[in-house]
């Protein structure tokens, strides 16, 4: 089983980036955790600053992958661009945020991405990738 994990910008930073919100675990160590944990799952991982990579990884893991994680971070609010790649690939796509954004700022609660997704996973930490991740092994049984 084929699953690709995207991340958007300063997702790289997790760990020392305000981590009374989004905690103190870097993004690699909880993967690898992740990676021992599935052994029989091929994950793909990508992370990228810039909106057209995004884009391009989505296209890339859109067609024949079994699942899609998707945390698009500030893109989220803002890429039409991203939401259009969603809907234009047959891979399912999951939306996941760390954050409660509905808790936060009024421009987080606008997402572009949404509308496009199996479903989203918000607030529940680092937790939700791998809430995502159990969706999709399960819908597969
Ligand atoms: C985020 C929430 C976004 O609003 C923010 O821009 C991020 C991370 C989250 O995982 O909580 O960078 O997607």
Not at 1 to 10: D, L, S, T
Not at 27 to 53: P, W
Not at 86 to 113: D, G, W
Not at 115 to 139: N, Q, R
């Amino acid at each position: 089983m084929k699953i690709a994990i995207i991340n958007g910008p300063n997702l790289n930073l997790l760990g020392q980036r305000e981590p009374g919100i989004y905690g103190s675990s870097s993004f690699e160590d909880f993967f690898n955790e992740l990676k021992k944990k599935y052994t029989a799952i091929q994950f793909y991982y990508f992370q990228s600053n810039i909106e057209g990579e995004l884009v391009s990884a989505l296209q890339q893991y859109g067609f024949g992958y079994d699942g899609i994680i998707l945390n698009p971070a500030a893109y989220t609010h803002t890429s039409v661009a991203i939401g259009d790649a969603i809907a234009a690939i047959k891979t399912p796509v999951i939306e996941v945020h760390i954050s409660n954004v509905h808790a936060r700022e009024a421009f987080r609660h606008l997402s572009h991405v949404s509308a496009k997704v199996a479903g989203s996973i918000i607030g529940l930490g680092l937790k939700g990738y791998e809430l995502a991740l159990t969706y999709f092994i399960d819908s597969k049984k």
